[in-house]
């Protein structure tokens, strides 16, 4: 696949055992999964899936034990720190939490210089990149001298996404970036992604448990439960017309409006969890 910027094969993290007696808990069993140049893929599932581990591990964050994470061709799962500093350019994060993943002691401007100093960008030089980055996710350009309490949660992860394309990466992990916005911000943040994405060429990782989220970005979505991939395939056929149990039941756990259409669900959702002798979704 020429166009492959990320490839995830038979990748296995396993957490070292705690207390006398145990067994090491393995996370992710043998997952395989690609990213393609300019692509969005979302990783849907609910929490213990095992979805944060595989953005952890692509991040350098999490202990790969098997299989490997090839970004351009090159492994990158066992690099050294150095290495893996080298290759924050490339590939950047925007975390769940917009309240904590700013340092609240620093300006806008201050934060979102603070990757390009670290890569000796000139103070000039610098200084245009933040105004152009804080167009580019629609702030004021006086939003560089405040503080990040000033603003609201939308407006803080439009600024954590400003600061993930200070150093133009080609990919992004995205883990839960709207999770923690109310419905009508989550819209707005989400057509910001796309439109970064049309503009800079930038591919995501979307990780999210809730698939009518990923169905807004994602060309491509994969399902994880227990560590594993259970269905993936084009965005739209398995967010309408989903094929696993699991996923059934994901879908079937989407809060509707309608109360009658609701209870529907419910027992459509209990049905399914019994027939698959598996955990219902909550």
Same mark, same amino acid.
């Given at each position: 696949?020429?166009?492959r ?9 396993e ?8 067994k090491?808990f393995?996370a ?5 999964l ?7 893929v ?19 964050l999490?202990?790969?034990t ?9 492994? =990158?799962? +066992?690099?050294?720190?150095? /290495?893996? !500093?080298?290759?924050?350019? &490339?590939?950047? %994060?925007v975390?769940q @939490?917009?309240y ?6 620093l300006t ?7 990757p390009?100093?670290?890569?000796k960008?000139a103070?000039?030089e ?13 702030l004021?350009a006086?939003a ?12 803080r992860?439009?600024?954590? =996404?400003? +600061?993930?394309?200070?150093? /133009?990466p !080609?990919?992004?992990?995205? &883990?839960?970036p %709207?999770?923690?916005? @109310? ?5 707005r943040?989400?057509d910001?992604?796309r439109e970064?994405?049309d503009s800079?060429?930038?591919a995501?990782?979307f990780?999210s448990?809730?698939?009518a ?12 439960y ?6 993936s395939?084009?965005?739209?056929q ?9 996923t059934?039941r ?8 309608d109360? &009658?259409?609701q209870?529907q ?6 049905r ?8 219902s979704?909550?």
């Open positions: 696949m020429t166009d910027l990320l490839g995830v094969e038979d990748l296995v993290v957490y070292p055992a705690r207390g006398f007696g145990k090491p393995r992710l069993s043998g997952l395989s690609d990213i393609r140049l300019g692509e969005t979302g990783l849907v599932g609910e929490s213990g899936s095992g979805k944060t581990t595989l953005g952890r591990a692509v991040l350098g999490a202990p790969v098997g299989g490997s994470i090839r970004y351009a061709g090159r492994d =990158i799962s +066992r690099l050294g720190r150095k /290495e893996r !500093r080298a290759l924050a350019s &490339d590939i950047q %994060v975390f @939490d917009p904590t993943s700013l340092n609240p002691a806008i401007e201050q934060i979102l210089t603070e390009l100093t670290v890569r960008v103070r000039p610098a200084a245009r990149r933040v105004r152009d980055l804080l167009d580019q996710v629609h004021p006086d560089g001298s405040r503080l990040p309490r000033e603003f609201s949660g939308g407006q992860q439009r600024i954590a =996404i400003a +600061r993930a394309l200070a150093l /133009e !080609r990919l992004i992990v995205c &883990d839960e %709207v999770s923690a916005l @109310d419905l009508s911000t989550q819209a943040v989400l910001l992604f970064v994405q800079t060429g930038v995501y990782l990780i448990h809730d698939l989220v990923v169905r807004h970005l994602s060309h491509r979505v994969a399902v994880m227990r560590g594993e991939i259970v269905e395939g084009d965005g739209d398995v967010t309408s017309r989903p094929q696993h149990p699991y059934q994901l879908f079937l756990a989407a809060p509707l409006p109360p &009658d259409l209870e669900r419910r027992a459509e959702r209990r399914l969890a019994r027939a698959a002798a598996a955990p979704v909550s």
